[in-house]
């Protein structure tokens, strides 16, 4: 895809008014971060006392999560919040893509979806359901960003709660201590500090065509779209393309994904074409090997989107909504990095970290956590334990790094896709095909049969080493709540699992998750892996 | 269904601010006693930036039956001379430790208050919201009535 064009509004206002001037917490020093100054004192012979022991410049999930935890250690912590609103607007409030327009909103309105399916379904257990169900957009755009909303203000008396000075306003380098801070006015003002975590994140890519960032949204902008989306085209193969158009097709608007080439990458290959099936059988409609080539507004207010497909052809249709999907990019662009040698990534923007301390940049007070960290995975969790672990290493004396294998992640399609470890790829790869043994199953869940929904890509495999008890280097679980199934298997994997120890434990009856321990068809078998009866 | 009666005639403390940090700025203040008084004045005071502090009633001797009650209403005497100049500040009492403590009372069912605890101190129709010992740390207090 084309280098992002970032060009947000220039006028940015901001969110919330941050009339009060950080009060300095009063509290003495604690000892663990009193050594940390001590010996900053030493190595550097002048003893500098800086406003803070920590600047966070970033405060979604792995700032926020990172500043209380210091703050809990006894450090005296300043985090920086500021969100350039939107290309077309759109705005919120303390706490980060999560919590404002990724993960929360994402799931409730996946949830959402899943319930008008649940009610379908209602009908043929027995439930008198006597219309059509349809959603309400309205409504569900105000309770999702009315919980939004309480999360904010949970934020913001956690950080008051727990003594972290918060200030709304937009924070870049000056030095390897000192912080600008751009105010809600325009007012510039500076602050120092011992250490300085970035923690930024993302922001979603526009792709270079005409029309784009005039005429399209992006996910910064659905979750509280003031109208409903009607027909709508979904731009891109990343998960936030495929979750946000199963959840608008399963909320009943006519949907259209526009892939270039795979979706899905990184993920395993079987399991993201298994999702795309599903998701095709379930009424989304699927463009792939198209580009886009041009936005137009009609004078019916309809958007004229123009493409290319893989033959060169050009086509094209109409849409009410066009939400862009394409990928993402680190929002390191205004931190001043080059000012400070902090070491990045052209390419991604990303904060290169070292090798044996990850989130560490090349100026060692400077640290990056999350989104914007080289080469580690852009998921909320991730960023948390980062940033509390880098805590405790800053203010408790402590030596545990953050452990980035075996994440865990669940991508939030009609039919969910929960993964821990390799996908099948990787580990043909990394350890050759004469050493992997592949375990799978088709699996029907149980409450699929009353009301005969297709079950053709209920699917789990586990990725073995083949030698010994055969180790489990990867899980891939698709179907009915992924996410709560695959957590307590990515504990195991974490803790050496192997597929002997898993082939011995004893299912819970009758679920999904039943089915990976039950797996005992190899793929080298060429037996038919299509689980039948109890 | 118990129905308490306004105390008096909804009555109205103005209460004059620091004048050196924000002029002769008045916020009203009203005592209410029960939902159906409460909502009253939410009527009366429509359009405005309206504070609540639920608390819990005071005996024939004016004494409360709710501890965190008491050591709250200091703290957020002191810090509701921080609210915006139009704002609206309602007190309102829950009835005693028995009827409040019905899970089924109208404060703890009340689509737009579903109360949980005394003292719950909340900025009207948006998600803040203070709760029980909370409602004692001015920090937090002030941040409620001072940031929107």
């Known amino acids: 895809m084309a280098a992002p064009i970032v060009s947000f509004s220039r006028n940015a206002a901001f969110i919330r008014g941050c009339s009060q001037l950080c009060r300095r917490t009063k509290r003495p020093l604690s000892r663990t971060a009193c050594f940390s100054k001590c010996s900053k004192s030493l190595s550097t012979s002048v003893p500098v006392r800086h406003d803070y022991d920590l600047v966070v410049i970033g405060g979604g999930s792995g700032g926020l999560a990172c500043s209380k935890e210091a703050a809990q250690l006894g450090a005296r912590v300043l985090v920086l919040d500021y969100v350039d609103p939107s290309p077309r607007g759109s705005r919120w409030g303390l706490g980060g893509c999560c919590v404002n327009v990724g993960c929360i909103p994402k799931k409730l309105m996946h949830h959402a979806a899943l319930l008008g399916h649940a009610i379908h379904d209602a009908k043929k257990y027995g439930w008198n359901v006597h219309v059509d169900p349809t959603i309400d957009w309205s409504t569900l755009t105000t309770v999702v960003q009315q919980h939004v909303k309480s999360l904010n203000w949970g934020h913001r008396v956690q950080l008051k709660d727990k003594q972290v000075d918060y200030q709304n306003a937009k924070g870049s380098l000056v030095d390897a201590h000192t912080v600008r801070m751009l105010s809600a006015s325009g007012q510039e003002t500076t602050v120092t500090g011992n250490n300085i975590v970035l923690a930024v994140g993302g922001r979603p890519k526009y792709p270079d065509i005409p029309g784009a960032m005039e005429y399209a949204i992006t996910s910064d902008d659905l979750f509280m779209l003031d109208r409903p989306p009607g027909k709508t085209l979904v731009i891109g193969a990343s998960y936030v393309s495929l979750e946000c158009a199963g959840f608008l097709t399963g909320l009943g608007f006519p949907t259209t994904v526009m892939i270039r080439s795979l979706p899905l990458r990184g993920f395993d290959r079987q399991m993201a074409d298994l999702v795309t099936d599903h998701m095709e059988g379930s009424g989304t409609r699927f463009l792939r090997q198209h580009v886009p080539m041009a936005i137009d507004k009609m004078d019916n207010g309809q958007l004229q989107v123009v493409w290319r497909d893989g033959n060169g052809q050009q086509g094209g249709d109409t849409f009410d909504t066009v939400m862009m999907a394409v990928g993402r990019f680190a929002n390191t662009g205004t931190l001043g990095l080059d000012t400070v040698g902090v070491e990045w990534y052209s390419e991604s923007g990303k904060v290169i970290g070292q090798v044996e301390n990850p989130e560490q940049s090349s100026v060692p007070n400077i640290y990056a956590i999350g989104d914007i960290l080289h080469g580690r995975p852009e998921l909320t969790p991730v960023a948390i334990k980062a940033g509390r672990l880098l805590a405790h290493r800053l203010f408790a004396g402590t030596h545990e790094h953050m452990d980035y294998d075996k994440v865990p992640t669940t991508v939030f399609t009609p039919l969910e896709y929960g993964s821990v470890g390799l996908s099948e790829e990787a580990a043909l790869e990394r350890f050759g095909s004469e050493n992997v043994e592949v375990y799978h199953a088709f699996y029907k869940p149980l409450e699929f049969y009353i009301p005969e929904r297709d079950a053709s890509q209920c699917y789990v495999k586990a990725v073995c080493k083949l030698d010994g008890d055969q180790e489990i280097v990867g899980l891939h679980f698709l179907g009915p709540n992924a996410g709560e199934?695959?957590?307590?298997?990515?504990?195991?994997?974490?803790?050496?699992?192997?597929?002997?120890?898993?082939?011995?434990?004893?299912?819970?009856?009758?679920?999904?998750?039943?089915?990976?321990?039950?797996?005992?068809?190899?793929?080298?078998?060429?037996?038919?892996?299509?689980?039948?009866?109890? | 269904m118990i129905h308490f009666r306004v105390e008096s005639q909804a009555h109205v403390l103005k209460r004059s601010l620091d004048p050196g940090k924000h002029g002769n700025i008045m916020v009203v203040s009203v005592k209410v006693e029960g939902l159906s008084a409460f909502l009253e004045a939410v009527e009366n005071h429509k359009g405005k930036a309206i504070f609540a502090l639920f608390t819990g009633s005071h005996d024939a001797q004016g004494k409360s039956w709710c501890p965190d009650c008491v050591a709250a209403d200091p703290v957020v005497e002191q810090c509701v001379k921080g609210a915006p100049e139009d704002a609206v500040f309602i007190t309102c009492s829950v009835g005693d430790r028995a009827f409040w403590k019905d899970q089924n009372n109208e404060f703890r069912t009340h689509p737009k208050l579903k109360l949980t605890s005394v003292p719950t101190l909340i900025r009207w129709e948006t998600p803040q919201r203070l709760m029980e010992e909370d409602c004692a740390k001015s920090n937090l207090v002030s941040m409620l009535f001072e940031e929107d």
Do not use: N
């Not at chain 1, 504990?491 to 999904?512: D, E, F, K, W």
């Open chain 1, 485 to 534: 199934v695959t957590q307590g298997f990515a504990v195991a994997l974490r803790s050496g699992l192997t597929y002997q120890q898993m082939v011995s434990s004893v299912g819970i009856h009758p679920t999904c998750a039943e089915e990976v321990v039950k797996m005992g068809i190899t793929k080298r078998s060429g037996l038919d892996p299509t689980v039948t009866g109890c």
